[in-house]
């Protein structure tokens, strides 16, 4: 595949854990354990394939009506992940960012998110974003009420600038795993002209081959953005 059609931002929608195990006779919670555990060797293989900056989406703003015991369990999770990222990538050339808003998560879990951003933050080989408590609604009014604050005019561009992903671009594909055809919040603002990728597989069993089967899609989709 040549170097431009690979996409330079890839969005993920990791779906499909709760389905996942509930196919094996588990609980829900076995399902995030082992696709928590599925993240690094997609993050490994897309970065190694050429994508410069990846979403992933972890846990959106409406994730919080799921029962205690499994967002509970979920936000241990991700703690344990940002934990292992602290010690494995802060020499890596990886930027990793939380997108989504911190201020309903947990002091503790706030803190180590903070040490990590502030440790990778002159990582430039690529960025890592995990959108964690996001919506892309509220990631919009966000922009825009911040723009206004700082006194600046509210433009299509100055928008941009003012998204968690300002420094990643547009994604220029999103995959969504898990069978299920929407976005359900996920950068609706930057996925104005992203190719979408929906795939049958559920998140634990998206491997390196199904990773490459997307990034073949993309490769012979024709983007024409509005022209002709
Ligand atoms: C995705 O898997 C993970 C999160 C939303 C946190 P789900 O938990 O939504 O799994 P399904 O869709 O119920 O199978
Ligand atoms: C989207 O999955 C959110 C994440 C993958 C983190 P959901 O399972 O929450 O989406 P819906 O409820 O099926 O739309
Ligand atoms: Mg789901």
Request: net charge neutral; charged share 30%; proline share 2%.
């Amino acid at each position: 595949m040549s170097e431009s059609k690979i996409p330079h931002h890839v969005g993920i929608i990791m779906d499909g854990n709760g389905r996942w195990a509930t196919a094996r006779g588990k609980d829900r919670s076995y399902g995030h354990k082992i696709g928590s555990s599925n993240v690094d060797k997609i993050v490994e293989h897309a970065f190694n394939s050429g994508v410069y900056a990846l979403t992933l989406y972890a846990f959106s703003s409406e994730n919080w009506a799921r029962p205690k015991k499994e967002v509970d369990e979920l936000m241990k999770l991700l703690k344990l992940y940002i934990q292992k990222f602290y010690k494995k990538l802060v020499g890596s050339g990886i930027r990793l960012i939380v997108a989504g808003d911190k201020s309903a998560l947990t002091p503790d879990l706030v803190k180590e998110i903070e040490k990590v951003e502030q440790a990778t933050k002159n990582n430039a080989e690529h960025i890592l974003n995990i959108a964690l408590n996001y919506g892309g609604r509220q990631e919009i009014v966000n922009a825009v009420n911040k723009l206004i604050n700082d006194g600046k005019s509210v433009t299509v561009d100055s928008i941009t600038e003012y998204l968690y992903t300002k420094d990643s671009g547009d994604p220029d594909l999103i995959i969504r795993t898990g069978g299920e055809k929407r976005l359900s919040n996920f950068l609706l603002y930057q996925g104005a002209y992203s190719e979408l990728y929906f795939t049958d597989a559920l998140w634990p069993d998206f491997d390196e081959i199904e990773f490459d089967k997307a990034l073949e899609e993309f490769s012979k989709r024709k983007r024409r953005f509005g022209k002709i």
